[in-house]
């Protein structure tokens, strides 16, 4: 792959996904599209890219984005945000929406699903009055790819053995051969849509709780603002916004403060 392959890419992705990728990570570009390149029976990366540069595959360009997009992702990742959920805010939103039996959640960025699928096991687990309500769970992602597997609800035993507890597993997979697969009932909680963040959204109804969690740092400022600005817009007044670890709302939208007395990176609308 030569320097100019690498700024290709580097473009190409930015103008996709908004997702910055910065010098001196070559590596990483040959990491990730080495895999598509031998998948496509191509000599090399820069192969692949000297194609993707043809314009004439727009499929190879979806491709591209989405092994390009990390996917990292595992069940009830962090701990605390679960805990501060179960403890304080599902609560909260309970209590205050007693009168209409109505909680929306959008997970953004979700992935292969293991952060939905978490929320929907805590509530099933400890709030069984739910079942009543409607519960609208909406789980978003970019890429087609991993949005397949999140609604197939299939994991291996490596993946479950990432953050999810051992009663879970239990209690709501079954074991086929060496893959674990989520119970009907649970898979029907999640709604999986495809939403690219940094494109046009779709029209969305208005959210209780919004999981936007370790996807903001891959962006610049000017995108991240957008972003929050837009978030601000479908989160209801009284709602919670739930970030990374290492994310913050500071410097970059004043619609949103940061709940000091909750643990976990939740936020709460200005006003």
């Not at 972003?227 to 970030?243: E, K």
Request: aromatic content about 10%; glycine content about 6%; charged content about 25%.
């Amino acid at each position: 792959m030569t320097a100019q392959d690498f700024e290709y890419v580097c473009r190409f992705v930015r103008d996709r996904s908004a997702i910055v990728l910065d010098a001196g990570k070559e590596y990483l570009v040959e990491s990730r599209l080495s895999p598509l390149a031998a998948q496509l029976r191509l000599g090399s990366v820069g192969d692949l890219i000297g194609q993707l540069r043809t314009g004439r595959d727009a499929g190879l360009g979806t491709r591209v984005i989405e092994a390009m997009v990390t996917n990292e992702t595992l069940f009830f990742r962090d701990v605390q945000p679960f805990d501060t959920l179960r403890r304080v805010v599902l609560p909260e939103l309970i209590r205050r929406r007693e009168a209409e039996r109505r909680l929306s959640v959008w997970c953004a960025a979700c992935s292969t699903g293991q952060e939905p699928y978490s929320l929907a096991m805590l509530i099933r687990e400890y709030f069984p009055a739910l079942v009543t309500w409607h519960v609208n769970i909406l789980a978003t992602d970019l890429s087609a790819e991993v949005l397949a597997r999140a609604r197939d609800g299939r994991y291996s035993q490596l993946e479950v053995n990432r953050g999810l507890p051992a009663a879970f597993l239990l209690k709501y997979f079954r074991q086929q051969g060496g893959v674990w697969e989520l119970a009907d009932d649970m898979r029907r909680m999640v709604e999986f849509r495809e939403l690219n963040l940094v494109r046009e959204w779709p029209s969305l109804p208005r959210f209780d709780l919004v999981f936007l969690r370790n996807v903001m740092i891959y962006f610049d400022v000017g995108t991240k603002k957008a972003i929050l600005d837009r978030v601000a817009r479908v989160l209801r007044p009284d709602g919670y916004l739930l970030l990374g670890a290492a994310e913050s709302t500071i410097n970059l939208a004043d619609s949103f403060r940061r709940a000091e007395e909750l643990k976990g990176g939740f936020y709460q609308s200005v006003g």
